[in-house]
Structure formats: C-alpha cells, structure tokens
C-alpha cells in the first residue's frame, strides 16, 4: 500500500522529509508522469524518457545520478506504467487570435443538420430551447444533411483514418447533438468519443431578435456585426442573451483552449458541431488569422463542413495589449511574410 507524500508516492509509514521533498522538487520541478498504461516491453525507454536520460542508462545509474533515496524508487515505478506526457506540452494557456503557437489537433467545423426552426425560417437562440424537440429537432432533410456532412468527413476528408484519437464535440442543442450521433455512427466510433458541449458552442443569443423572421433581422445584424464585433443586439424580455461576435470569440477561445489542451499531447482528430454558424465562422476567422469582423465570409449553411487544412500562425503580438486587442495593422503587414499556413 502506498500513500502521498509531497510529490511522490512512497509506502506507507515511509513518509518522505521536508527536506528530501523539496530536494526532489528541485530536481524533478520539469517531470510529466501519468496515463495509460504501455506494453512492458516500452517501460524501461518510457522511463529514461520521462527523466530525460541517456537510452543505455541502467536502473541503478538512473537512481544514482538522480539521487533518489530508496522512498522515491517507487516514483520511478510510476514512470514506468506511465505514458510521459512531454513539460512542453503538458502546460496550455489561452489559445491566442491570431494564433501564435500551431494547433496541435486537426479540426472539422460542422453546421449541423437542418433544426425546425431553421426551417420555419425563425430565430431561435434562447439557450431554454436547446433540447426542445418541437424546435431544435432535426428535420427529415436536416438528417439527411447530417448524413451527407458525415460521408464527406469520413470518406473525402479523411476523418478518423490516420489515428484512433478521434473525437465528435457537438452542442448538447438536440440538432447538433443528433448530427454528432450521425457523424459517430459514419466513422464507426462509440458513445463514449461523443462528448457534449454544454455552453461554448450554444447559438449566438439575439436578445430581442430571437423569435423573430431571420430574413427580416439577420441582414440587418450583419451590417451592425461588420461595423463593430462588438455590437450587441437589444435584450429582449424573454431571457434570451444578447451576444456580440466578440462575446461569442469568448466562447470559442476557451473551447479551443480546453480541447488543445485535453488532446494536444497527442494530436486529434476533432470534429465541432454548432447549430448555428456564429461559433464556427469565428472558428474560422482564428484559424485563418482574420479580424472577427469577417466571420461573414466563413458563413455555414446546415449540414456544411469545413476543414482549415493549415491554420495561420502569427509569432508576432503587440505586447502591450490584451490578446484580443491585436495590433492587426502589425499583423497585416507580416501577414505574407511571417505567417505559416495557408
């Protein structure tokens, strides 16, 4: 039996010292341990890897040149049933817009199938209606697209064929979630790589324009959008949010942060489904390195897909500004020439 002392595990009764803890906290601040188990016949390499040796290293002169007492041997043992996890990668921050690190995992952007609504031609953004049948349920040619979405991923675009992580992330909206079913069934995965997204891909909240006729307000939002991404529509009465392009960027940095930082030490392939195209056009407009207020060129009708093969990476930011408030004319400038991707 063994128990915690500090950073490491040690038998029990066989704590280790204050003093010993923190030597080995010194020496050791830089190693990654943890996950699934490995074939034995790799734990001796994963081992060396995950202190950073020399391959010829033997046990022994591993411990000895880390200076581990007896208690600590047991960490090594950990190390050894461990998959390592490199420190480079094992710590993410917030992905940045425009991107200045590369995305570790490849994205697929999915419009889900045609909802009810969508096809009364009605806004309907209030989060209360995600799971409502009578209005965010697929259609027969809402499933129809959703079936034609998972074709192309699986067959044209390649999803799922060149690794076994792979992952669907839809919105728990009953359209897209019904969609990400569709897409899992295609790439023959099970239920358990469907993971439910339960805020961060909802649908961009109109306020007082939810429940209205989309050809009668979206033309008119779109101008507001291209003006300033910042623009939020009128609240309305019914709770329904209103959200600007800017506040729903919020939402999919953080989105994008968490599944780079839950996959990226691996690399991925994951699909997002979106019941609408706000999510995922900003998506897109971060991909491509673009000012938010060009979300309308990526605009996503139901059931389309698109995969940015490429995203542009920007090593350059002006420092003395928050993320979000990129010096896009610096940006521009370097745009052809210290930009990777295409």
């Known amino acids: 039996m063994f128990v915690s002392s500090g950073n490491a595990f040690v038998p029990s009764g066989k704590p280790l010292t204050r003093a010993a803890s923190q030597r080995r906290g010194a020496r050791h601040k830089n190693q990654v341990c943890c996950k699934l188990p490995l074939g034995k016949s790799r734990l001796w390499n994963r ?3 995950c202190f950073s040796l ?9 411990v000895r040149c880390l200076g581990l007492t007896n208690s600590l041997v047991i960490t090594c ?3 050894l049933h461990a998959t390592v996890v490199a420190p480079a990668l094992a710590v993410n921050g917030l992905v940045d817009h425009p991107l200045t690190q590369p995305l570790r995992n490849k994205y697929y952007l999915v419009r889900a199938g045609e909802s009810i609504a969508d096809a009364r031609g009605m806004v309907e953004s209030n989060p209360v209606d995600k799971t409502s049948i009578a209005k965010s349920g697929l259609t027969a040619r ?15 675009l390649g999803f799922c064929q ?17 969609t990400g079913e569709i897409i899992g069934d295609k790439a ?9 997204e339960f805020s961060y891909l909802d649908k961009r909240g109109l306020g007082v324009y939810n429940g209205s006729i989309s050809s009668d307000v979206i033309p008119r939002l779109h101008a507001q959008d291209r003006a300033d ?23 999919v940095r953080q989105l994008l942060s968490k599944l780079e930082t839950q996959y990226g030490t691996q690399g991925a392939d994951v699909v997002i489904v979106a019941p609408d195209t706000y999510t995922l056009s900003v998506l897109e ?33 002006d420092e003395s500004l928050p993320h979000e408030r990129v010096n896009w004319a610096n940006i521009e400038s370097v745009r052809h020439g210290s930009a990777s991707g295409g």
């Not at 938010?292 to 897909?305: C, I, S």
């Open 47 to 49: 081992l060396l890897e």
């Open 188 to 196: 023959a995965l099970g239920h358990e790589r469907i993971v439910p």
């Open 229 to 251: 991404a910042q623009y939020r529509p009128p609240a309305g009465d019914d709770g329904t949010p209103p959200e600007s392009i800017f506040d729903v960027f919020i939402r």
């Open 77 to 79: 043992w950990c190390c």
């Open 54 to 62: 020399p391959p010829e290293t033997s046990f022994r002169k591993a």
């Open 142 to 156: 809402g499933a129809q697209q959703a079936r034609a979405a998972a074709e192309q991923l699986v067959k044209k």
């Open 285 to 317: 407009c971060v991909m491509n390195g673009e000012p938010l207020e060009r979300f309308e060129q990526h605009l996503f009708a139901p059931g389309e897909v698109h995969f940015v093969a490429n995203p542009k990476v920007f090593p350059i930011r």
């Open 162 to 178: 060149q690794t076994s992580q792979c992952w669907i992330w839809p919105s728990m909206t009953l359209n897209a979630y019904e």
